[in-house]
């Protein structure tokens, strides 16, 4: 059998390729690497503007999609024109619907300072309108001849009355005419009762005629009262009209292109001459207790100030927002309250921009597994993309035991490129439960793990080392340090023609190297300080094996390195711990009788046993009934089992040691326990490449170093797998110097001639094995299991016919009956 010498285990990177001393002589490195499917996907995603184009980028963590996604986009970005400003202003016909307006860039802050200095300009000039010796002229005409009207009247029925011998006096209840005599006293009511009945009567009537008149008189009187009023309100406009009326003439001037903002500044106009009071200076009011202080209430103009949503002024290109913590009101924006007097309050001035507001126009980057997490976040950024509009809404609204009043300010036009970063686990899961998700991100954006280990991208590695150390001021590498760089990017992916794309990581090994280096003093990195940052991170992680590994050698955990042993061959899996990996040797063993059980897999009926490795011991009973039950059925009873096994057992790369372990039960040839079994098999006997072979191989290897290498241990692999050898330099040592082997098979029965000694054995023209195989002593065995399997059931046969034929004399003795006893019990028949 071939065995594979050290050249196949390990790819080297040839430093000749490396055209530099050290990285500091590198360029900075240019776009991402490896990743061409991925850029060209984001660059189409980012080109079109049709509906539901959005990007979703998916891949592991560690590949650079974030770090990606952000070079691209802040290039992109500039690319485009900047985007809007936008306000919200009080909307004076319905006060709970904030009006939004959009501005060109920078003019929103403008806008609003406009309005703040035309505030506070007129709180000191309509107060000094009013406190102007014209206004005070004017105002005092218009009292004075409405006064001199009032007089004018009165004093005219004054004079009438009096000379009909009555008097105005006023009462409680208003003024009233009253006879009087002669002297100018009221005639009381005794007098006028003693008085003959013409006279009274005569004095009635013109006490009503006069009274008629006087409620005429009071009645032009109150009308011409609202009309002082209406002429002193009409001078009050007139005048503060001239201080408030050019100073909104240069705002609308100003901002004349815009037609809200016209119609809002109308309305500003009209709500101020209504409110001139606001303006006007306050009298203090006394306090009605001396002791008490009342508290001064100043009046409001939140309502003509601008509240400023969105600014971008100095802004260059579209923006580009990555929301880290994308919770509803983070992206959607909010309404906020203050308390006054124990009640929250708020207005227009207090609604905040949320992420979409202020990625509005240009790019929104968010994590997938963030906004899943965040209740009501997702749902409502569908809809908005949907809708193409962003409503700032009190989402606990609907969840309240009691309804409140709050704002609904306008919803404001969205134009923005949604793009996710999540898991290939999360996209999947989107793209099968949520229809609606599949018409809003239609670009996949997949990158990959890992990529092909060429000249060129071998190249990029080092420029990448060489940014990592440019950035994060970390010693320089020499080639030999750059070529393990490499090499380790070969280990990740376990493949000898890939490397790794898993970028962090690597990263995470440039800075532990340069470490390690500066601790040895060095001031160059080079490859033994790349090796010790391997092992050391290695020694952080690998208690857990370590401990095993010591059990293994205490006998605790059986598992024999030397021998032979029928039914029993060495078998390897890998346990992933999450952050580390390792290679734990396990013994499988078989057992066989008589019987037709079959093959009974032992983890499946204690239910340890997953879905895959029940398939593979399928596959396996039938590859045994296609090699052996040729011309005639093969009856057997087996059981196969992961001995010391405490856990779940899944996958098929034990596939290939089961079927040894089975056939040595069955042929009783021993297999050697110096060798260790990793491969999957199909049912034509094909051996199948699996996962994790440098870990098996290491973690064998480990245990045999452990009790001693002595040049007969190895391992038997998968030839497909050996292109995915990047083992550790000791074990490649090892191979070279003879003292360990790794022999790597396509069929089933090459790892069976290794591990027995025997030839397998190739099926004749008469349908038989030759004789001094292995598989002929299997068919040899599975006959005689056969012939007593048949010879058992024909003693059962012939035991079950005695028991169901009575012997002869009992066959030939009848009961007699008579003719009457015949018809007595046909009779009670009927």
């Given at each position: 059998m071939k065995r594979l010498n050290r050249d196949d285990l390990y790819r080297c990177c040839d430093e000749a390729v490396l055209q530099f001393e050290t990285t500091e002589e590198l360029p900075q490195l240019e776009g991402t690497i490896g990743q061409a499917r991925a850029l060209d996907a984001i660059t189409f995603g980012l080109s079109l503007d049709s509906s539901g184009f959005n990007i979703f980028v998916l891949g592991e963590n560690g590949t650079g999609k974030m770090s990606t996604i952000k070079e691209i986009l802040r290039k992109e970005s500039l690319l485009r024109s900047v985007p809007l400003d936008w306000c919200y202003?009080?909307?004076?016909?319905?006060?709970?619907?904030?009006?939004?307006?959009?501005?060109?860039?920078?003019?929103?802050?403008?806008?609003?300072?406009?309005?703040?200095?035309?505030?506070?300009?007129?709180?000191?000039?309509?107060?000094?309108?009013?406190?102007?010796?014209?206004?005070?002229?004017?105002?005092?005409?218009?009292?004075?001849?409405?006064?001199?009207?009032?007089?004018?009247?009165?004093?005219?029925?004054?004079?009438?009355?009096?000379?009909?011998?009555?008097?105005?006096?006023?009462?409680?209840?208003?003024?009233?005419?009253?006879?009087?005599?002669?002297?100018?006293?009221?005639?009381?009511?005794?007098?006028?009762?003693?008085?003959?009945?013409?006279?009274?009567?005569?004095?009635?009537?013109?006490?009503?005629?006069?009274?008629?008149?006087?409620?005429?008189?009071?009645?032009?009187?109150?009308?011409?009262?609202?009309?002082?009023?209406?002429?002193?309100?009409?001078?009050e406009r007139e005048a503060a009209l001239g201080a408030v009326g050019h100073l909104i003439e240069d705002i609308r001037k100003k901002h004349g292109e815009y037609e809200k903002i016209i119609g809002y500044l109308e309305n500003v106009q009209e709500d101020m001459l209504e409110h001139l009071d606001d303006f006007k200076q306050a009298e203090e009011q006394a306090p009605p207790l001396p002791f008490m202080k009342m508290q001064k209430t100043e009046p409001t103009f939140t309502r003509y100030m601008v509240n400023?949503?969105?600014?971008?002024?100095?802004?260059?290109?579209?923006?580009?927002?990555?929301?880290?913590?994308?919770?509803?009101?983070?992206?959607?924006?909010?309404?906020?309250?203050?308390?006054?007097?124990?009640?929250?309050?708020?207005?227009?001035?207090?609604?905040?921009?949320?992420?979409?507001?202020?990625?509005?126009?240009?790019?929104?980057?968010?994590?997938?597994?963030?906004?899943?997490?965040?209740?009501?976040?997702?749902?409502?950024?569908?809809?908005?993309?949907?809708?193409?509009?962003?409503?700032?809404?009190?989402?606990?609204?609907?969840?309240?035991?009691?309804?409140?009043?709050?704002?609904?300010?306008?919803?404001?036009?969205?134009?923005?490129?949604?793009?996710?970063?999540?898991?290939?686990?999360?996209?999947?899961?989107?793209?099968?439960?949520?229809?609606?998700?599949?018409?809003?991100?239609?670009?996949?954006?997949?990158?990959?793990?890992?990529?092909?280990?060429?000249?060129?991208?071998?190249?990029?590695?080092?420029?990448?080392?060489?940014?990592?150390?440019?950035?994060?001021?970390?010693?320089?590498?020499?080639?030999?340090?750059?070529?393990?760089?490499?090499?380790?990017?070969?280990?990740?992916?376990?493949?000898?023609?890939?490397?790794?794309?898993?970028?962090?990581?690597?990263?995470?090994?440039?800075?532990?190297?340069?470490?390690?280096?500066?601790?040895?003093?060095?001031?160059?990195?080079?490859?033994?300080?790349?090796?010790?940052?391997?092992?050391?991170?290695?020694?952080?992680?690998?208690?857990i094996e370590e401990r095993l590994r010591e059990m293994m050698r205490e006998g605790t955990l059986i598992v024999d390195t030397s021998g032979e042993k029928v039914g029993q061959v060495n078998g390897l899996a890998v346990l992933d711990l999450g952050d580390y990996g390792f290679g734990k040797p396990s013994r499988i063993t078989a057992s066989t009788h008589t019987g037709k059980a079959g093959v009974v897999n032992i983890e499946r009926e204690t239910k340890m046993s997953g879905k895959i490795h029940e398939k593979a011991i399928l596959i396996l009973t039938n590859y045994l009934g296609s090699k052996y039950a040729i011309k005639k059925p093969i009856s057997l009873s087996a059981s196969i089992t992961f001995e010391q096994l405490y856990d779940m057992v899944e996958g098929d790369s034990a596939t290939c040691a089961e079927y040894y372990a089975l056939t040595s039960s069955i042929s009783g040839v021993p297999l050697k326990q110096n060798f260790a079994v990793t491969g999957s098999m199909d049912q034509t006997g094909a051996v199948q490449p699996i996962g994790g072979v440098n870990e098996k191989v290491e973690g064998f290897f480990e245990l045999c170093k452990l009790r001693g290498l002595d040049g007969t241990h190895g391992v038997i692999i998968p030839a497909k797998n050996v292109k995915n050898l990047m083992l550790k330099r000791e074990v490649v040592d090892a191979v070279g110097e003879g003292k360990f082997s790794i022999y790597p098979i396509d069929t089933v029965e090459e790892g069976l001639e290794i591990l027995t000694g025997m030839p397998a054995g190739a099926l004749g023209k008469d349908e038989t094995y030759p004789e001094g195989s292995v598989h002929y002593l299997v068919m040899k065995r599975l006959t005689e299991i056969s012939d007593a399997m048949k010879e058992k059931k024909e003693e059962k046969d012939e035991a079950r016919k005695k028991e169901e034929d009575p012997p002869e004399k009992m066959k030939t003795q009848k009961p007699k009956r008579s003719r009457k006893s015949l018809r007595g019990a046909h009779h009670e028949t009927q």
């Open positions: 202003v009080y909307n004076f016909r319905d006060p709970d619907e904030p009006t939004a307006i959009s501005l060109e860039p920078g003019r929103a802050v403008g806008f609003q300072k406009d309005m703040e200095e035309l505030v506070k300009t007129l709180r000191v000039e309509i107060p000094k309108v009013f406190e102007s010796k014209e206004y005070e002229k004017q105002k005092s005409k218009i009292v004075e001849e409405f006064q001199k009207r009032q007089r004018d009247m009165f004093s005219g029925l004054e004079n009438e009355a009096q000379a009909k011998g009555f008097s105005i006096r006023k009462t409680v209840t208003g003024l009233m005419i009253v006879p009087v005599k002669k002297n100018g006293e009221p005639l009381t009511e005794e007098e006028f009762e003693g008085l003959d009945v013409d006279t009274k009567k005569k004095i009635e009537e013109i006490g009503k005629s006069l009274q008629e008149k006087l409620d005429d008189v009071v009645r032009t009187v109150r009308d011409g009262e609202k009309v002082l009023k209406e002429q002193l309100l009409k001078l400023v949503l969105v600014n971008n002024k100095g802004q260059t290109g579209a923006p580009c927002v990555f929301e880290r913590n994308p919770t509803y009101y983070n992206l959607f924006g909010r309404i906020e309250h203050k308390f006054q007097y124990g009640v929250a309050v708020t207005d227009f001035s207090m609604i905040k921009a949320g992420s979409l507001h202020r990625a509005n126009g240009g790019y929104l980057v968010i994590d997938a597994l963030d906004l899943l997490r965040n209740l009501f976040a997702y749902d409502a950024l569908k809809r908005a993309i949907r809708n193409k509009e962003i409503r700032i809404e009190d989402v606990w609204e609907q969840y309240r035991l009691v309804s409140t009043t709050s704002l609904k300010p306008d919803g404001i036009p969205l134009d923005v490129k949604v793009v996710l970063v999540g898991s290939p686990y999360l996209y999947y899961l989107l793209y099968g439960l949520d229809e609606e998700y599949r018409e809003l991100f239609k670009v996949k954006a997949d990158f990959d793990s890992w990529m092909d280990r060429t000249e060129a991208n071998i190249q990029k590695y080092a420029l990448f080392v060489a940014d990592v150390c440019r950035v994060e001021k970390l010693l320089p590498f020499d080639r030999s340090g750059v070529a393990k760089i490499v090499e380790y990017g070969s280990r990740l992916t376990a493949h000898q023609e890939k490397l790794s794309s898993k970028f962090s990581e690597i990263a995470n090994l440039v800075r532990e190297a340069a470490y390690w280096a500066k601790a040895a003093g060095s001031g160059i990195v080079k490859s033994e300080h790349i090796e010790t940052a391997i092992d050391k991170k290695i020694y952080r992680s690998n208690r």
